[in-house]
């Protein structure tokens, strides 16, 4: 199960705390995204990057923060005005957008 | 707007019963879909591409342009089969570059 790996498992938060969650591969994807899964919602898009130094927002991006400073690497911070952040969260990388996209095992976020 | 539609949440089939998981997409290019399936504890993964057109664990998928639909099917459903399907839909657009996921269905195959 190497390939794309994500820490925490859990993280806990106390309201108005930013935290950041860890995303990283090894597949040398050029793209790289976040989502979030909430029961009944699907998958949602929150921030991609196609290219080092690059990101776009996505559907839901308001309350998060990236950075994409390396190719292996893209960071997701939920900030203090996400107003509801407990959720599991998803990172994915891939070739290219129209590529397959290879999953993480997902960070499961709760604030308290 | 959602570009990917999967209207069912959950669908529950006995074993050994046919099997469709709809998926309907709105998108004007030329569109390349995908089926992701996520089994209990395990991570999110690709079943099948359309444009590959092959067949994995059973399953199955056309893309019918005039019906914009690329549903997924089996012939014979199986209890290893239940698990959270995704249908995802590229959108190449002006500030978007990203797969749209459909809202899944979730298949229980029952013994």
């Known amino acids: 199960d190497g390939g794309i790996t994500q820490s925490p498992k859990y993280l806990f938060r106390k309201e108005g705390q930013n935290v950041t969650l860890s995303c990283e591969q090894n597949?040398?994807?050029?793209?790289m995204y976040w989502y979030r899964q909430d029961p009944g919602q699907g998958l949602r898009l929150i921030y991609y990057?196609?290219?080092?130094?690059?990101?776009q927002k996505g559907d839901i991006a308001e309350g998060y923060s990236v950075s994409r400073e390396k190719k292996e690497s893209f960071p997701l911070t939920v900030t203090s005005a996400q107003k509801n952040p407990t959720a599991f969260y998803l990172c994915a990388s891939s070739f290219r957008v129209k590529d397959e996209q290879f999953f993480g095992p997902g960070t499961r976020l709760t604030v308290l | 707007a959602q570009r990917v539609t999967q209207p069912e949440k959950l669908l529950s089939v006995f074993k050994g019963a046919p099997v469709e998981l709809k998926c309907n997409y709105s998108?004007?290019?030329?569109?390349?879909l995908f089926w992701y399936v996520q089994y209990s504890r395990q991570r999110l993964q690709l079943l099948l591409r359309?444009?590959s057109r092959e067949s994995i664990k059973g399953f199955t998928a056309d893309l019918n342009k005039g019906e914009t639909s690329f549903h997924l099917k089996k012939p014979f459903a199986q209890e290893e089969d239940s698990a959270m399907y995704y249908c995802?839909?590229?959108?190449?657009?002006?500030?978007?570059?990203?797969?749209?996921f459909g809202s899944g269905t979730r298949l229980q195959v029952q013994p």
């Open positions: 998108y004007s290019g030329s569109p390349e």
């Open positions: 990057s196609q290219i080092v130094n690059d990101f």
């Open positions: 359309h444009i």
């Open positions: 995802a839909l590229p959108i190449l657009d002006t500030g978007r570059r990203a797969l749209t």
């Open positions: 597949l040398n994807h050029d793209a």
